[in-house]
């Protein structure tokens, strides 16, 4: 299953749905990656600042890869309809009371 990772959270909720599905205790999987429950449970909660290397012990102890693929470039006529559309369009001066 391939899954794309945007936030912190979905990295928390990415190794939560692993452990889950290999029936895998927070307790039995904090062992296996050399980390504590408590550390454990503040990554499947999406916690911003953690060790990067921990993350990866616990994607490997899921047997996880993480592979970092480039996005596709913005569409570089998007600037150029986006003008064609709105650039007739002006302030409108404040009015007079």
Same mark, same amino acid.
């Not at 503040?42 to 916690?47: A, F, P, V």
């Not at 616990?58 to 102890?61: E, M, Q, R, V």
């Given at each position: 299953m391939e899954m794309q990772l945007h936030t912190v959270r979905d990295v928390g909720a =990415?190794? !939560?749905e692993a452990r889950v599905r290999r !029936? %895998? =205790?927070q307790a039995v999987l904090a062992a !296996? $990656? +050399?980390v504590s429950r408590e550390w454990l449970v !503040? %990554?499947?909660? +999406?916690?911003p600042r953690l060790e990067m290397q921990l993350v990866l012990d =616990?994607?490997? $102890?899921l047997d996880l890869t993480l592979t970092a693929a480039e996005s596709e470039p913005a569409d570089p006529s998007y600037e150029a309809r986006w003008d064609t559309v709105f650039g007739g369009l002006t302030e409108r001066p404040p009015e007079d009371d």
């Open positions: =990415t190794v !939560r !029936r %895998l =205790t !296996r $990656a +050399g !503040r %990554l499947e909660q +999406g916690h =616990t994607f490997a $102890a």
